[in-house]
């Protein structure tokens, strides 16, 4: 891909006179006031922001992107253009009016620009990889080259919508319990600062031993009390701890082989990603992108590194001019099921078929275990609680036993 030309935030007048803003990359300023004027708007002020850009190589990660939501939008109404027949300049027109969000309007414009300098779809698209991902440019690049760029698009805003559906239902099952856990903590934390000192001082003055539940129960309500402006350093420490951990790529591998073997959440995100897995190939490989590619393509948006190895090991098999079957099922990740489809695909041609199928199955039980998921996290919370909260009780109530049955045996 090529290197990206400048950027330049400008200030122009559209046609009805009204001020609009954004930017626009280009060779030039005055490149830059030629694609206004190309854009019915005349230019008021154009500045470059380059240098903004350079200062902070590293927060390209938190460009503000575009949700799954929009992007299949964005691909259903692209697809109805061009097979109807609107050229491309037009029909990114259309849709620069059409867009609802701020960032996909911007970013429609510099396509539409990108466009007009002559530049490829699939290239132009490929300028912007915080909002379109790879299955997106490899997609778009295999329609142009086949000449089925309607039906790419209309695939990918299927497969766009079901990614979106998947997320929408795990973020709806962990909220729930979330909330809980949140609440729960506040509660504790007023319990420990404001109830449990009185009581404290009281069982101290009894002047009996203290066991360890209440030794220990002592000490936390202490931290606690005095160290309360602390406590918030503690989610911070363990969300950094946890970046660096994702950062290193020992402690990715390990991470992503840890969490697929969790009790609860394992099995749930490997359903998840087998679907994603045979619902990204098979998409891929029906718009026409080579298996090699579409691999490669997968093997990035998996987004687990174990999982991601076994991909590259069945990448280099086939490679070679092996099957892909027999890598995926060394690899331990994949089960039966997923092996034995793509074996009947492999040997019938009908691979990107069968996985589709087994997507939209994987799909459905992700769909069952997901709508499982919270009601198998209420007991597992409850029975946690309880416990912190059993806890608490008891090492209040041991030393005042104690005192009574000192007191009964004198």
């Excluded at 200030?11 to 005055?30: L, P």
């Excluded at 997609?139 to 089925?148: D, K, L, S, T, W």
């Excluded at 766009?160 to 998947?166: A, I, L």
């Excluded at 390990?254 to 087998?274: A, S």
């Amino acid at each position: 891909m090529e290197e990206a030309l400048p950027v330049y935030a400008y200030r122009a007048r559209d046609a009805t006179g009204r001020v609009v803003s954004g930017r626009i990359e280009a060779a030039g300023i005055k490149e830059a006031a030629r694609m206004l004027q190309n854009q019915q708007l005349h230019p008021v002020r154009i500045g470059a922001v380059q240098a903004q850009v350079k200062l902070l190589p590293r927060l390209v990660s938190f460009r503000r992107g575009v949700s799954l939501r929009e992007l299949a939008l964005f691909c259903r109404q692209l697809s109805t253009l061009v097979s109807a027949g609107v050229p491309l300049v037009g029909a990114m027109r259309i849709l620069e009016l059409q867009v609802e969000g701020r960032v996909l309007k911007e970013v429609v414009r510099g396509v539409t620009a990108r466009l007009e300098q002559g530049h490829a779809l699939a290239e132009s698209f490929g300028a912007y990889p915080w909002v379109f991902p790879e299955i997106f440019i490899s997609m778009v690049q295999a329609g142009e080259v086949g000449g089925v760029l309607d039906e790419v698009l209309e695939s990918l805003a299927g497969h766009f919508e079901r990614e979106h559906e998947v997320r929408e239902k795990v973020k709806s099952a962990l909220t729930y319990p979330t909330m809980v856990l949140g609440f729960a903590v506040v509660i504790l934390t007023f319990v420990l600062i404001f109830v449990l000192p009185p009581i404290i001082n009281t069982i101290q003055n009894l002047g009996v031993p203290l066991p360890l539940p209440t030794r220990v129960v002592m000490g936390v309500s202490h931290l606690v009390g005095h160290y309360w402006y602390l406590l918030p350093l503690f989610p911070l420490a363990a969300v950094f701890g946890f970046q660096r951990l994702r950062v290193s790529p020992r402690g990715r591998e390990v991470w992503d082989r840890l969490i697929l073997r969790m009790p609860i959440f394992g099995p749930v995100l490997k359903k998840i990603i087998i679907a994603r897995f045979a619902r990204t190939l098979g998409t891929l490989l029906r718009g026409g992108v080579p298996i090699i590619q579409a691999l490669e393509v997968v093997k990035k948006t998996v987004g687990n590194r174990v999982v991601a190895a076994g991909i590259a090991g069945a990448q280099e098999s086939v490679r070679e001019g092996q099957g892909l079957a027999g890598p995926l099922e060394e690899s331990g990740i994949f089960p039966p099921l997923v092996i034995r489809m793509v074996a009947v695909g492999e040997e019938t041609g009908s691979l990107d078929a069968l996985l589709n199928r087994i997507g939209a199955f994987y799909d459905q039980e992700v769909n069952i275990t997901v709508g499982r998921l919270s009601s198998a996290l209420e007991p597992v919370l409850i029975v946690f609680l309880g416990g912190i909260v059993g806890f608490i009780v008891l090492s209040v109530l041991l030393p005042m036993f104690t005192s009574m049955m000192q007191g009964l045996g004198k």
